[in-house]
């Protein structure tokens, strides 16, 4: 079904969209990678894949530049814009930051019921929502906890992180080698596995850039990751295709999965991992007056995550 759509969407916009990449400034000098980021009226570039840094640095040359909008109690949203190769000539990222000790992460698992779910069915009482995991046709791949149930077991890939929650709140994304531990430590509240990593201590894969290692390297696609800060913060970020008006934002263009582990180490995430994005990629965040603001994918999926303010 992706695969049918972006190929109806490329054939449909590749006069158009390339006529306008032929003609937009600084499409030459894109066209051998990077990432930019806008700066008053010049474009800055944070990040090159030749000169990428295997480890972060410390700096968070996008979380610095968004202009952050409050949420509800705990939790903050942004955009920002960057400019990269091919068709991630505009890409747009919204970006939402929250405080797990005041909002509270739980799964939504639709598959335990036969159905499918969006960020439409969250609820009135969620701060924010979004799709969890990677997907195997109606089931989620990998470890599935919910409410201290275990409803699918852990998987093993070589990439496949977890995202665990345990009973004080707090939220871990655990290494590939590290599952089989944490599951059989237990006291885990909430956990999800998908792939792949893109931070690991701060660490970029190299699976992530050598090709033939398990990682289609010059993929791009919608893209949506979440990743931890050192202070224990979340944060998820979704991209947008904004080169041809925000009606248009779903058509699956974007970043590879490389460039996507140099956006989360540029929004300060030390762990991160990448979720369903593509056409499947949604989020909700609800701002300080209680309306929420969403970015919809074009199917459901069978987990959802949902963050509620702690009462």
Do not use: K
């Not at 089931?139 to 992180?161: D, F, K």
């Not at 929650?165 to 885990?188: M, N």
């Not at 949604?282 to 603001?293: E, K, P, S, T």
Request: glycine share 14%; aromatic share 6%; hydrophobic share 45%.
């Amino acid at each position: 079904m992706r695969s049918v759509l972006r190929a109806t969407v490329v054939l449909g916009l590749a006069v158009g969209a390339g006529a306008l990449a032929a003609a937009r400034p600084g499409a030459v000098a894109d066209a051998a990678g990077g990432l930019a980021v806008r700066a008053d009226d010049r474009w800055v570039t944070f990040w090159r894949p030749e000169a990428a840094p295997v480890h972060r640095t410390g700096a968070s040359p996008l979380a610095d530049r968004i202009a952050w909008h409050p949420g509800e109690d705990g939790l903050e949203w942004g955009e920002i814009v960057v400019r990269g190769a091919q068709e991630a000539w505009r890409t747009r990222i919204v970006v939402a930051r929250l405080n797990p000790r005041r909002i509270e992460l739980s799964l939504a698992p639709a598959f335990a019921d036969d159905r499918g779910w969006t960020v439409a069915d969250a609820g009135s009482d969620a701060a924010l929502a979004l799709d969890a995991g990677q997907f195997r046709g109606s089931l989620p791949w990998g470890w599935v906890v919910s409410g201290g149930r275990e409803i699918l077991q852990p998987q093993y890939a070589p990439l496949a992180g977890a995202v665990v929650l345990d009973s004080s709140g707090s939220v871990r994304i655990v290494s590939p080698d590290g599952v089989a531990a944490a599951h059989a430590r237990g006291g885990i509240r909430e956990a999800f596995q998908s792939y792949p990593m893109l931070l690991d201590d701060g660490v970029v894969p190299t699976p992530l850039s050598e090709a033939g290692r398990g990682v289609e390297v010059r993929h791009r696609d919608a893209r949506l990751a979440l990743g931890t800060l050192d202070d224990g913060r979340v944060v998820v970020a979704l991209t947008r295709f904004d080169g041809l008006g925000e009606m248009l934002g779903r058509i699956p263009f974007g970043l590879t999965s490389q460039e996507m582990a140099a956006v989360m180490s540029a929004l300060g995430c030390r762990r991160a991992l990448l979720l369903d994005g593509g056409i499947s990629g949604q989020l909700m965040v609800r701002d300080a007056g209680g309306a929420a603001r969403s970015w919809p994918g074009t199917r459901s999926v069978p987990l959802g995550l949902i963050g509620r303010v702690r009462r």
